[in-house]
């Protein structure tokens, strides 16, 4: 059974850094790309970061460029995202996220809140 579990989020002031951790286990398929998604009050998912499994190419929202970083540990199944200089507009629940190469490798983490607020 994949399980996917987040920790790391909390409550920062602006201009504040988190890093949120993502532990994967019972993955018994080739991952494609391991990715963060985030979700604001009102809004839509939104994509924030992913990383291609074969190149480590990564692909990052406009919005969080050089800003968040997004790494992954292979020994330790555990995926990260560094985020740095949080404004209030990252205010979220953000999750992670597997991808195997079919359709139904397709697994999320239950979501850890971030909130930016002085």
């Known amino acids: 059974q994949v399980q996917l579990v987040e920790s790391g989020g909390g409550m920062v002031q602006p201009g504040g850094s988190l890093r949120l951790s993502c532990a994967a286990s019972?993955?018994?398929?080739?991952?494609?790309?391991t990715g963060w998604y985030r979700q604001a009050p009102g809004k839509k998912c939104e994509l924030v970061a992913t990383?291609?499994?074969?190149?480590?190419?990564?692909n990052y929202a406009d919005s969080v460029k050089g800003r968040f970083t997004i790494s992954r540990d292979n020994a330790q199944n555990t995926m990260y995202l560094q985020m740095n200089s949080l404004n209030p507009e990252d205010t979220a629940v953000y999750y992670c996220?597997?991808?195997?190469?079919?359709?139904?490798?397709?697994?999320w983490g239950q979501g850890t809140q971030v909130t930016v607020s002085s």
């Open positions: 019972g993955m018994s398929f080739p991952i494609r790309s």
């Open positions: 996220n597997v991808q195997g190469y079919y359709f139904y490798e397709n697994y």
């Open positions: 990383m291609a499994t074969s190149s480590s190419s990564t």
